[in-house]
């Protein structure tokens, strides 16, 4: 499989989902040497008629004009350095998206599409683009607060792939560690960390919002049944 697709591609997808006020979500799948792995495209709508895109992926027609009811994608987020593969293939569609990125992983992006900011440009009091601590600034998280409370969208440093398909799917969550046993921090990502500490610092700073009401990934299913007592294992695992 390519890094970057140079052409709209749909790849397996189910349909969006409403994950929550003004959240939209679609679970999908991407061709790995092993077979096919899942992965997750999240929108999210903006004040003044524009959405923001974590994740692009392509979809087929009527589940792109839904997100275009929705509002016109205004930002394409691409949360670290290994989710752009429709990165290109979307800016191409919506030229006028900017596109977002970690500022470390801002030279990987780069190879598929121009990055236009590595900071919060959003312009949405509702919706911040932060990042990570303790990862290189290459790991990107959305905080959503509505009134139906707080939504986090996070990248790679969880994986919930409680319900891979395939032998592929199965072999490679089990072997990377994304959380087919219940939700972990990857082996990858794991080993990666600069700072395991500030992670799970992290990790307690967001368990212990009270309106915390789920937390959506990048890679398998949405948490949100006892979002903040998830974090608390993953942070005393990290200790």
Same mark, same amino acid.
């Given at each position: 499989m390519p890094t970057t697709l140079a052409q709209w591609e749909v790849q397996p997808h189910d349909q969006l989902v409403e994950a929550g006020d003004g959240i939209?979500?679609?679970a999908g799948e991407i061709r790995m040497p092993l077979g096919?792995?899942? &992965?997750?495209?999240?929108?999210? &709508? %903006?004040? +003044? +008629?524009?959405?923001?895109?974590?994740?692009a992926i392509a979809l087929g027609e009527p589940q792109m004009k839904?997100?275009?009811?929705?509002? =016109? /994608?205004?930002?394409l987020i691409v949360p670290g350095d290994h989710h752009r593969l429709d990165a290109k293939i979307w800016k191409m569609r919506y030229p006028q998206a900017?596109?977002?990125? /970690?500022?470390?992983? &801002?030279?990987?992006?780069? =190879?598929?599409? *121009?990055?236009?900011?590595?900071?919060?440009? %959003?312009?949405? /009091? =509702?919706?911040?683009?932060?990042?990570? *601590?303790?990862?290189?600034?290459? =790991?990107?998280f959305l905080h959503v607060h509505r009134a139906d409370g707080v939504t986090l969208?996070?990248?790679?440093?969880?994986?919930?792939?409680?319900? *891979?398909? +395939?032998? +592929?799917?199965?072999?490679?969550?089990?072997?990377f560690g994304f959380g087919v046993t219940g939700p972990q921090v990857p082996r990858p990502v794991r080993h990666g960390l600069e700072d395991?500490? %500030?992670?799970? @610092?992290?990790?307690? @700073?967001w368990a212990a919002e009270p309106e915390l009401r789920r937390i959506i990934v990048s890679h398998g299913d949405v948490l949100d049944d006892y979002p903040g007592d998830v974090l608390l294992k993953l942070a005393e695992r990290l200790d």
């Open positions: 939209l979500t679609v096919n792995f899942p &992965r997750r495209m999240t929108v999210v &709508r %903006l004040r +003044g +008629g524009r959405t923001a895109i974590w994740s839904r997100i275009e009811a929705m509002g =016109e /994608p205004s930002f900017k596109v977002i990125a /970690p500022p470390g992983a &801002r030279k990987m992006v780069e =190879e598929a599409v *121009p990055v236009d900011a590595t900071s919060d440009i %959003l312009d949405d /009091p =509702e919706v911040r683009f932060c990042i990570v *601590p303790g990862m290189g600034q290459h =790991e990107a969208i996070l990248n790679d440093i969880i994986g919930n792939v409680a319900h *891979p398909h +395939g032998i +592929g799917a199965n072999v490679m969550g089990r072997v395991k500490a %500030l992670v799970a @610092a992290r990790f307690r @700073a």
